[in-house]
């Protein structure tokens, strides 16, 4: 059995960007309760051998396009993968960063001295199609950049 992974891939120029280039946005509901950030996994494609040193994740505050925190973690290329073409879950944690309902946010990664070119990258997993759950989904390809990255949230009630 074969399936496909659908994903952005990360340019070199994409990541030495300031502004982050690609993110999910997120946000906490009008009608919820202020949450703390906690962590977040993102689901990372590995596609060749990508060059990098350290690998964190952001967060930023949409509205104003400024940087709120980077993970108190970061991986080495060894300590995410070792084999060319990888697909890896990969969790980050946060110092309790404080949501405020109805503030768009957004999530994204930064390797540190990249190197991504259409041979060798890191891309964002779509969550498309999603493997998990394949009933009443349609699977033709021209869907698969319509839908969010695959990212999961942990947080807590403030």
Known sequence: M????????FS?????????????????????????????????????????????????NEQVSKLIDVSSNSYSKANVFSNTHAFKHVGFT??????????????????????????????????FPDPQYTTNITTDIIWSMNVPYDVTFIVGDL
């Open 2 to 9: 074969t399936w496909k992974m659908m994903g952005q891939p």
């Open 12 to 60: 070199t120029s994409d990541i030495s960007s300031t502004i982050p280039v690609w993110t999910q946005k997120f946000k906490v509901k009008s009608t919820e309760t202020p949450k703390i950030l906690l962590g977040v996994n993102l689901g990372l494609i590995f596609y060749g051998n990508p060059v990098f040193t350290l690998l964190r994740a952001e967060i930023w």
């Open 94 to 127: 946060f110092d309790k960063i404080h949501l405020k309902p109805n503030v768009n946010y957004n999530v994204t990664i930064r390797p540190t001295v990249y190197t991504g070119n259409s041979s060798s990258h890191i891309a964002w997993r779509h969550g």
